[in-house]
Structures are given as C-alpha cells and as structure tokens.
C-alpha cells in the first residue's frame, strides 16, 4: 500500500490500486485534459487558506501570489478573506483581473519601475513595501506629479541566516532586498520615510527566506524586527513568509498553527493594537497541487541506472534543476504496488541537467503509457513554467466533489507564434 501522505487532502485509492484526487480518478483527468497536467485539490486550498486565517486573524494574512497565481486562485484567496502580495505589475494586474479589490494587493519588489509604482498609486493598493532610497525618490517624484500618497511598509533585512537554499535565503546582511538593518540603513531609512510628505509610513516588513523549516529561525529574525519596531511606534509590521513544506515522506514540516505559535510567543512584547501580517505563499498552495506526467521512453543502462523519460520536466518545474529540491513519484494506476525499484526520472527538454528526481523509488513494472503523478507541486511549479524547446505550458485543473473546471488552458501550438511579427 502506497503512503498518499504526500497527496492533495481529498486524494484516495481505490481497491484496483487508481488515485483520485477531490472525488475524479486522475485517469479521467488525463482523459479529458492530457498530461502533463497541474491538478489543485480546490478544497485543500480553500483549507489551508482558512487554517492561516485562523491562526494569524482575518485581514492579516496576505497571500504571496508568486507561488501560484491565475485568476483563479487569486479569487479563491480572496473569497477565503486573504489578501494579495503581487511582486510585479504583472502580477498584480492578474489579482485586478480577478476582481480582488486593489485595498487588498500589497505591492513589494526590489526593483519596482516607474510604471508599476504609478500602477499601484493610481489603483490604491493597501501599501506598498519599500525596498531602497531610490524607490522612496520616485515615489515622491510620482506624488508631486498628483498621485494619492501612499501607505508605506519599509522592508527591512535583519541580518539573519536561515537553513535554506541559499538562492531562496533573502534575511542575511548580503542581500539585494530592503534596508539593512546592521549597517544603520533601517534607522536612516525609516528616518526618510517619516519626513517625506509623499508617503504615510504605517510599518516594517521582513522576508527571511522561503521553504524554511526550523521555526527557531524565525523566531530569532521576529525578535530583531520587534526590537526595531517598538521604540518606532509604528502601527504595523509584517513578519514575511518562508514556512516550509514536506516534499518527501522524509520531510517533517512545522504546521501553519506551530508557526503562528512561534510568532505569537514574540508577539505579546507589541503594544495592543498593533497589526501584523504574515505572507505564506507556499504553505498555503504546494501539497494542494500535483503533476500528472505520462511515460514516453524507459531505458535502462545495465549496472548504471533506469531512465524514466516523462512529457514535461524542466519547463513544468525548474525546482530541481535551481535548488536541488527532491520529489517523489507514483503511478497513478498502481498505487498499492510497491516502489522497489530505483530510476531517475527526467523530462523531455535538450538537456541533461533536466532532471526532475534524480533517484526515484518507482514499481518495477513502470512502463511507457503509464501515467505518473508527482505530488506537492502546487508552489513555484506553474508559476515557474516557461517553454523552454517551444514546450506548450501544462493545463491547470481545479477538483472537487466528484467535478473538474479547468482554470488554466494548457497552451496551444498557436500560442508559442502569438508574440511574433
Ligand atoms: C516569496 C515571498 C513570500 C512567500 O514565501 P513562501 O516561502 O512561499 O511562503 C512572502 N513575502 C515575500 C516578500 C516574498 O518575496
């Protein structure tokens, strides 16, 4: 018997060994869609959503859309009462897209342009997270050209390492993003803030990094932000996101309600009153999503290994490739049969480096048509997505009680030519 810990919450198995996800088998869903697929288990997300709504108060929770964002997710986070962190104009032209009213984005970036900026100034965004000097001279310069004044979060870098990758480690003093707080920048950026008429400066922000799984971690950055904070007496701070999450059944990560205990416990030292945020991105989103791949090739290398070659890879989830991150797989079909058998598991694009597990457990029977699923995808998966090879990016699919809806078509031919003149 399969361990489906890994799975979307409304996954089962059947007596014939088939997973289904949200009451549809995944063969009806490969049916009906193709692989590769992104399948959501809408009722997991829509939980997972509550769970941080619980724990952290409602309107304070602002949900980082980069781990996965369509217009769809953007209403069903919005309809859970959370708010919208868009890093780019992109991304929060996607949220207004979906109705999410613009008093619910939060727009942040290290390197926002004069376009964004005005953007959000114009729409009225609930507060924009300040990363530089330069940024605070051109919100003025916008200002002074009769833009609304802003409400301003100062991000700030506490100088914290955390056990991470070092690509997704964002809280150490060398860093591209926010004020430095150990160099003195913090103080004489809050000091600007404070005395410029173009902006409301309301808080701090900190972001230590993502896919952290020590909450000792964050609790010792929330100390240093609440140390800041207090002489300040600012209204609000916003303490990031970065919980992790199990990939493999070898992973144990905190829960969301652990998480928010940490954050309670350095919480008490705030005046009542205070509002703080949090901003979860992938806790909320990545064990709600899988990958449903077909098999196209198996070939073994005697005394070497077994390659398992699926339609995707690379394009679908750079995860792997960027950070070494590791997954597992399953047939879709044969669920009760065990995974005795080692392959690595590659995809479809002109590289070697295209590997989406190096060492899979896989049954010893896989073969070429079978369908295999991957789960805790649903973060930085389809977000990450590019067609690299001219590879038309996966469909997106939403299940739940028995019904599927598609929310992102899968690409077509025709869309890889639409840019070009
Ligand atoms: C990416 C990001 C988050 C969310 O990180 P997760 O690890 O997905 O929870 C939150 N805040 C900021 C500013 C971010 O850049």
Redesign the pocket.
């Known amino acids: 018997m399969s361990d489906i810990s890994l799975f979307p919450r409304h996954s089962a198995v059947d007596a014939d060994g088939a997973l289904s996800i949200g009451g549809v088998s995944v063969s009806a869903l490969v049916g009906e869609y193709g692989t590769p697929l992104f399948i959501y288990d809408e009722q997991h997300l829509r939980e997972t959503c509550r769970e941080a709504v619980a724990a952290f108060g409602s309107d304070n929770v602002?949900y980082?859309s980069?781990?996965f964002l369509c217009v769809a997710m953007a209403r069903l986070a919005h309809e859970e009462g959370l708010l919208i962190?868009v890093?780019t104009g992109g991304e929060l032209f996607v949220a207004l897209t979906a109705g999410v009213p613009a008093s619910s984005c939060v727009l942040?970036g290290n390197n926002k342009s004069d376009d964004e900026l005005r953007t959000a100034l114009e729409a009225g965004v609930r507060h924009i997270?300040v990363d530089s000097f330069g940024e605070i001279e051109r919100i003025e310069k916008l200002v002074s050209s009769g833009l609304p004044i802003p409400r301003v979060q100062l991000?700030i870098t506490p100088g914290v390492h955390v056990h991470t990758h070092e690509y997704?480690s964002?809280g150490q003093d060398d860093s591209k993003?926010g004020f430095n707080l150990n160099n003195g920048d913090a103080h004489r950026a809050v000091e600007r803030a404070r005395s410029s008429s173009a902006m409301q400066l309301v808080g701090i922000?900190c972001?230590i990094?993502?896919?952290?799984f020590d909450v000792d971690n964050f609790e010792d950055a929330w100390k240093v932000m609440v140390d800041l904070f207090l002489p300040l007496e600012l209204p609000e701070i916003?303490m990031?996101?970065?919980?992790?999450v199990a990939y493999t059944t070898r992973d144990t990560a905190p829960t969301i309600e652990q998480w928010a205990s940490v954050l309670s416990r350095v919480t008490t030292r705030l005046p009542a009153g205070t509002k703080v945020y949090?901003?979860?991105?992938?806790?909320?989103?990545?064990a709600a999503g899988v990958t449903a791949y077909s098999v196209g090739t198996v070939k073994d290398i005697d005394g070497i290994r077994r390659y398992v070659s699926v339609d995707g890879g690379m394009s679908d989830n750079p995860r792997p490739m960027m950070y070494g991150s590791e997954y597992e797989v399953f047939d879709s079909n044969n669920m009760l049969a065990a995974r005795t058998s080692s392959a690595r598991i590659v995809g479809k694009h002109c590289e070697s480096g295209d590997i989406l597990i190096l060492d899979a457990q896989v049954t010893p029977d896989i073969a070429i048509g079978d369908v295999l699923v991957m789960p805790v995808t649903g973060?930085?998966g389809y977000s990450m997505a590019s067609n690299y090879n001219k590879v038309p990016r996966p469909g997106v699919v939403f299940v739940g009680q028995g019904q599927s809806r598609l929310v992102v078509r899968r690409e077509t031919l025709e869309d890889l030519v639409r840019l070009d003149q």
């Open positions: 602002i980082a980069k781990a962190d890093a942040h997270v991000r997704v964002t993003f922000h972001h990094g993502s896919n952290v916003t990031g996101g970065g919980l992790g949090v901003e979860p991105g992938r806790s909320i989103v990545a973060a930085y």
